[in-house]
C-alpha cells in the first residue's frame, strides 16, 4: 500500500508540474512574451510525456493553436487542431473534441 501511494504521489506532482508550466506559459502568451510563451509551452509537454499523459488529452494542443492565431502562424494553428480532430473523433466520445473543433470550423469551411 505504501509503494501504491507513492506512485500516486509521484503520479500527482509530474502532473501538477505539468499543469503549472501551462499555467506560466498562458501567461506569458497573456503578455505578448511569445518566446517566453514557446519555451513553456515546451516545458509543459516534455512534463505531460514525462507524466505518462498524451497530449491529445490535455489543452496544451488548443492553447498552442492559439498562439500560433495569435502570432499569425496560422499553418501552425491549423495543424494543431487537425492534430486534435484526428485524435479525438466524435464516435470515440473524447471529452474535448468539441473544443479543439470549435477553433477549427471557420478553416473547414463550416459556419461558425
Known sequence: MTSHWKGC???????TRAETFENIRQLYRERSEIERAIEYYERAARAYDEAGIGLTRTELLEER??????IGDLSSAQTQIDH?????PPEKGELGFFYGFTYARPHHGCPA
Open 65 to 70: 493553436a492559439l498562439l500560433g492565431l495569435q
Open 9 to 15: 504521489q509521484l503520479f500527482s506532482l509530474a502532473t
Open 84 to 88: 486534435l480532430i484526428s485524435a479525438r
